[in-house]
């Protein structure tokens, strides 16, 4: 049984191009997360999303943007890819409310490659 | 804000050895410690994690952490390593109390070599 998936796995696009990343969790958990990880392994949070906020770290372009259908589901959305968005993606689910720790839950990757 | 820095980007070792890969953390306030175990080509996986309690952490496949405030470590050791220990491992903390997105260290490269 699969906790946190994402499709597709690989991802092969040209600049310019928008692409869509899907992530569903099937863990009754509250709140999802989208990172991006470099090819130096850095692992940067990109977003934080529940019911009730959606916490953006700053440092990402407004080309990119969380979708939430449910609360199973945190789809990511890239507008006019640019080459420095080559990496891999990684969506995660933890459960917040009631609870005063955050272990997460990662899915396996989306490895995104724009040429 | 909370930070952490993993001190050695890359730990090669010899099957059968013990093997310890370091986190320190900066914090103002009480905080959860975590180590995620990242193998080639596949996602993060918690190894252990400190919330409170006993200062030594046992995790899964052999591992152990012990918290250590007054230094500010949570350093993950191995008596002796297997070559499917080779992966990425990444030190991650959360305060309590505050922002629960946990911050990662820049991760450690652990080879085991036969």
């Known amino acids: 049984d699969t906790a946190v998936s994402q499709t597709p796995k690989y991802l092969v696009t040209q600049m310019g191009n928008d692409k869509s990343i899907k992530c569903e969790q099937n863990?009754?958990?509250?709140?999802m997360y989208w990172y991006k990880q470099d090819s130096k392994k850095f692992l940067k949070i990109m977003f934080s999303?529940?019911?009730?906020?959606?916490?953006i770290n700053e440092t990402v372009p407004n080309r990119f943007s969380p979708k939430s259908p449910d609360k199973a589901h945190l789809n990511l959305h890239i507008n006019s890819l640019e080459l420095g968005d080559s990496a891999v993606y990684f969506c995660?689910?933890?459960?917040?409310?009631?609870?005063?720790?955050?272990?997460?839950?990662f899915g396996p990757g989306t490895r995104l490659t724009v040429l | 804000a909370q930070s952490v820095t993993q001190l050695d980007s890359q730990v090669p070792v010899f099957e059968e050895a013990p093997v310890e890969l370091r986190c320190n953390y900066s914090s103002s306030v009480s905080v959860y410690l975590f180590w995620y175990v990242q193998y080639p080509n596949q996602g993060l996986q918690l190894l252990l994690k400190?919330?409170?309690?006993?200062?030594l952490v046992k995790g899964i496949n052999g591992f152990e952490a012990e918290f250590n405030k007054s230094q500010t470590s949570f350093h993950l050791r191995k008596p002796s390593v297997h070559i499917s220990d080779t992966a990425e491992y990444f030190c991650a903390v959360s305060e309590a109390g505050g922002s629960y997105i946990p911050t990662f260290g820049r991760g450690t490269s652990l080879i085991v070599h036969p």
């Open positions: 863990l009754g958990h509250d709140t």
């Open positions: 995660a689910s933890s459960q917040e409310s009631g609870v005063t720790y955050n272990e997460q839950f």
């Open positions: 999303y529940n019911n009730k906020e959606l916490i």
């Open positions: 400190y919330l409170s309690g006993s200062t």
